[in-house]
Nanobody, 118 residues
Framework: QVQLVESGGGLVQAGGSLRLSCAAS????????AGWFRQASGKEREFVAS????????AYAESVKGRFTISRDNAKKMVYLQMNSLKSEDTAVYYC???????????WGQGTQVTVSS
């Protein structure tokens, strides 16, 4: 399994921005697709955004389209999530994940808490 470590969470006011980072230990990180998920208190984990191995293809949940941007730096083995125009409903623990093509999301970080105050 790939080791993942998220950082960058915190407390921010509604309308503010945060940038989450995820450091990966994969030897060939560029072989993996990467994604961000989140889990609010009392709710199931949900998909937020994903990016292909090359960075050429991205996908977003409808709730974050136009506000969040996922990116990656394969040389640094990093994945990022730029979050703008944050809303109280974005409050959750955010998790980074990676997967090989055609495989399930099966490597997870410990998560980073994002709290948006209204």
């Amino acid at each position: 399994q790939v080791q993942l470590v998220e950082s960058g969470g915190g407390l921010v006011q509604a309308g503010g921005s945060l940038r989450l980072s995820c450091a990966a230990s994969a030897r060939i990180f560029s072989a993996y697709g990467a994604g961000w998920f989140r889990q609010a208190s009392g709710k199931e984990r949900e998909f937020v955004a994903s990016i292909s191995w090359s960075g050429g293809s991205t996908a977003y949940a409808e709730s974050v389209k136009g506000r969040f941007t996922i990116s990656r730096d394969n040389a640094k083995k990093m994945v990022y999530l730029q979050m703008n125009s944050l809303k109280s409903e974005d409050t959750a623990v955010y998790y980074c994940s990676v997967r090989l093509p055609g495989r399930l999301w099966d490597s997870w970080g410990q998560g980073t808490q994002v709290t948006v105050s209204s």
